[in-house]
């Protein structure tokens, strides 16, 4: 199949399989698969993260997975250069992009081709504002931009300030939505959404860390410690990192790191939705009814045509 400026998009919350489903479409369709995860573009985050193992790509290839190191802060404007890059190479080699993740905003800026006014940092405003408690800093952007405020882990206070340092710059933060008109689609884009029942989700999401710990999640977090990645910079890189660096440093115990991230994943998973679900274009389908994972194929490959 020949699908110039043709991207297909695979998105959902955290544990709907979006990336077996990636892999089975990609091998359909002669695709290549793009990583819209925030956390994955890391070197060395790969069980904390959930990242796709080479055993599970089958041979597909993937994209913009390893290409930070966990020291740096990756922009989501660094992601949007590298995705269209990596858009292009595909489609010149006669292929199907493939956007695979759970990160919306990545994804809305690349399908969206949104512009992001530079904002330097304001090291005056960021002292400022890392001397209050992430409960301050929510509050403080809620007044900013209560848009931006739903789709932000609001324990990650690097984030919050970020978003509050742009808020302040710009007046808003450029929070996208699927009318957003601040740029015009380089690409003919399909989305189809995984979606599954909230029981099943939150009984996947703690099945899944309680796997990603046995296969030697803490040890991962140890390594990056010992490789010069501080404690603190573990408190910006997601719930994991961030609680599995309290339990190695004895501030909590196992059980209550577990309970910490299971029940904040499952928080997470609920702001995903509501991201996700602000478009009215992404075809939705419950991947565990094989029915409807039939009826998502026949639509990508009418869409490739």
């Known amino acids: 199949m020949r699908n110039m400026n043709k991207v297909i998009v695979i998105l959902g919350q955290t544990s709907t399989g979006k990336s077996d489903f990636a892999v089975e479409i990609a091998r359909q369709t002669n695709g290549e698969i793009i990583s819209a995860d925030s956390r994955q573009v890391y070197k060395g985050m790969d069980l904390g993260t959930g990242k796709v193992t080479k055993r599970e790509m089958r041979g597909v290839p993937h994209h913009l997975l390893d290409v930070a190191s966990p020291s740096k802060v990756f922009s989501v404007t660094d992601f949007q250069k590298l995705a269209n890059k990596e858009i292009e190479k595909i489609i010149k080699r006669g292929k199907t992009p493939i956007i695979c993740g759970g990160t919306g905003f990545y994804i809305d800026t690349v399908v969206n081709n949104t512009f992001f006014p530079e904002v330097p940092p304001n090291k005056k405003l960021r002292e400022e504002l890392y001397q209050l408690n992430a409960i301050a800093l929510v509050g403080y952007l809620e007044k900013l931009d209560p848009e931006r405020l739903q789709t932000i882990d609001k324990n990650n206070k690097v984030r919050l300030i970020r978003a509050i340092e742009i808020a302040k710059a710009l007046g808003r933060v450029p929070v ?65 990192y961030r609680y599995g660096a309290m339990y190695l440093q004895d501030k909590i115990s196992k059980d209550e790191m577990i309970e910490k991230i299971n029940t904040e994943t499952w928080h997470y998973a609920k702001r995903q939705k509501t991201w996700f679900k602000r478009d009215v274009n992404t075809i939705w389908i419950n991947p565990t009814k094989k029915s409807e994972e039939t009826k998502a194929l026949k639509e990508i490959k009418r869409f490739l045509k």
């Open 176 to 240: 996208l939505s699927p009318r957003s008109d601040l740029g015009e689609s380089k690409f003919e884009v399909l989305k189809i959404g995984l979606t599954v029942p909230d029981e099943i989700l939150k009984e996947r999401i703690r099945a899944r860390l309680l796997a990603r710990i046995k296969k030697g999640m803490l040890e991962e977090i140890e390594n990056l410690h010992k490789a010069g990645l501080s404690w603190k910079r573990m408190e910006a890189l997601g719930l994991e």
